[in-house]
């Protein structure tokens, strides 16, 4: 398959997937023993590391689904994108309220272009 790139590869998934100059990849917190502050921060971070593997950065990203496990972590989760993303660059966004893998309260699907 010419012209895809997967990193990370296991059976069940690809930690990140680059075609055509854009890149597909998926973040949860390492740590989900974390509040919701502390997986959102891990989070971003992981999404940092990803892009610069990938040869992206925060102001390439065109699409972000960002899933909680309870909209009323929304406000912490806003303060904190907010100080990550820089002005002028922010991608198109959801936030979407589903059940997630227990433990886990919050999981990003992100959509970047790449160099």
């Not at 806003?78 to 309220?97: F, K, M, T, V, Y």
């Amino acid at each position: 398959m010419a012209g895809i790139q997967r990193y990370g590869v296991t059976r069940r998934w690809s930690d990140a997937v680059v075609h055509n100059g854009v890149a597909h990849f998926v973040e949860v917190a390492d740590d989900p023993s974390q509040d919701i502050r502390g997986q959102v921060a891990q989070v971003l971070a992981q999404m940092d590391a990803r892009l610069a593997v990938v040869g992206s950065d925060r102001t390439r990203l065109l699409q972000v689904t960002i899933y909680v496990a309870d909209l009323k972590d929304g406000v912490i989760l806003n303060s904190l994108w907010d100080d990550w993303i820089p002005e002028g660059h922010a991608p198109a966004r959801a936030c979407i309220q589903v059940g997630l893998s227990p433990g886990y309260l919050v999981e990003m699907v992100i959509v970047a272009a790449v160099d």
